[in-house]
């Protein structure tokens, strides 16, 4: 007897998958703390890589320094970052009259996705394409959205890795309270 693929051999390999990207979200999510990459070797790794904005320009968080900035690693095809990246985008035009800006980095495989994503919901705010294999890779985030707030020096003050109570939210709080702080002066850095 010959079986033949019927209409639910599509959806059947689709939970699977599911349930091993689950299974691997949980993993990650389950971290020891002691296995997370610390704060300041985050800041590292992002201060100087390059990101390719999806207008065309070329940037570096290290350019930002004298800011508050809050990072949100997103992709279209993520659920919670789709219901997310409006309510950052509103974040981002608040905090833009306080010296704070909101950078998106998309993780798509592909920079269409992005964009057709920003065009679609009409997006202002700063966002780079980065893919998979950049910085996402690099700082075995695990899960998305993750989100990171940079102080005005480019130290992560703030990341969603380190909280189980994950919210635009508390997001939002912590970059409003570190903007309201004022930028140290020259000098004052170099005491």
């Known amino acids: 007897m010959r079986l033949r693929p019927t209409a639910s051999a599509p959806f059947a390999r689709l939970a699977v998958l599911a349930c091993v990207l689950l299974l691997t979200l949980q993993a990650a999510a389950e971290k020891a703390p002691g296995d997370r990459m610390s704060p300041d070797r985050m800041a590292a790794l992002i201060a100087d890589h390059k990101l390719a904005t ?4 070329t940037i570096r968080l290290r350019e930002l320094r004298g800011k508050v ?12 970052c789709r219901r997310e990246m409006p309510e950052f985008d509103h974040l981002n035009a608040e905090l833009a009259t306080r010296g ?30 980065d893919g998979p294999q950049g910085l996402v890779e690099q700082l075995d985030l695990g899960l998305l959205p993750y ?8 130290a992560v003050a703030f990341d ?32």
Not at 54 to 57: P, S
Not at 112 to 125: E, S, T
Not at 147 to 154: A, N, Y
Request: proline share 2%.
């Open 100 to 129: 704070a800006q909101v950078i998106g980095i998309s993780v798509d495989a592909r920079r269409a996705n992005a964009l057709q994503f920003v065009k679609q919901h009409g997006l202002r705010m700063v966002i780079a394409h």
């Open 147 to 154: 989100t990171m707030v940079l102080d005005r020096q480019g």
């Open 69 to 80: 900035v809050v990072v949100i690693f997103w992709a279209s095809w993520c659920a919670p």
């Open 54 to 57: 999806l207008d065309g320009r």
């Open 160 to 191: 969603t890795g380190a909280i189980r109570d994950y919210s635009v939210a508390a997001i939002s709080t912590a970059a409003r309270r570190l903007s309201d702080t004022p930028a140290l002066s020259s000098e004052e850095g170099t005491r």
